[in-house]
C-alpha cells in the first residue's frame, strides 16, 4: 500500500472476529515500531504481547470493571481482540540517557538531582511522546497489513496491570494498541461528528 493510502484507510477499528495474527504479521508490526523516533535514541519503550484469550484476559481484568463490560456496546467487538500489543515506557531511562556527556548540557539528568526530582526537571515527559510515537507506527502497520487496529489509553488498573504481566520496577504503562482482523459491528464513535481536521485550521503560518 502506498503511504498515502494507509495514512488515508487508517481509522480506529474496535470489533474484532477473533481470528488469530500470523506470527510473521506480529513481527511486521513491531519491525516498523522500532524504527520510530525516540528521544536521545534512547531505548526507553517496550512492548508486551498478548495473543489469544488466555494471555489477554489479565489485560482486561485489570484494566475495565465487570460494571463497565457490562454497559459497553464496544465490550463484544473489543474483548475479541487476539492481539493485544501493551506499550510500555520507562522514565529512568531517558533520565539516564541525559545524564551521558553527550546530553548532560540539556540539564535533564541525574546531576544534583534526588532520583525523584530527576524527572521533574523534564518540560515535557518525552517519554510518553516517544510511546506515542511508538502507537502511531503501529497502528500504521496494522493497516497496511490489512488489520484492523485501535489504541486504548491508560484510564484504570496500570498497577494491577503491571504486576499481572511481571512488568520490572520503572515502567509505565502508555496505553496499548489492539489489533486483528475486523469484526461486525463495529459502532460509530460520537467524535467523529466533531468538525474535522483543516490544514488552515490547525496551522498558524508565521505565527499564531
Partial sequence: M????VVRRRRMVRSFTGSPVPDATVRRLLATAVRAPTAGNT???AAVVLRGPGEIAPFWDATTTADWRERSRRWPGLSAAPLVLVVLANP???????????????????TGRSPAGATAAWP????????????????LAATDAGLGAC???????EAALLRAL???AGWRYAGAVL????????????????SPRTIDSVTHLGRW
Fill in 124 to 139: 515535557v515527559p518525552y517519554w510518553f511522546v516517544d510511546a506515542g510515537h511508538v502507537v502511531v507506527s503501529l497502528l
Fill in 43 to 45: 531505548d526507553g519503550w
Fill in 166 to 168: 511481571g512488568v520490572p
Fill in 179 to 194: 489489533a486483528g482482523e475486523p469484526g461486525p459491528g463495529d459502532h460509530r464513535s460520537a467524535s467523529l461528528d466533531r
Fill in 2 to 5: 502506498q503511504f498515502e493510502d
Fill in 92 to 110: 529512568d531511562r531517558y533520565v539516564d540517557r541525559y545524564s551521558e556527556p553527550d546530553k548532560a548540557v540539556s540539564g535533564l539528568g541525574r
Fill in 151 to 157: 489504541f486504548l489509553g491508560n484510564f484504570r488498573g
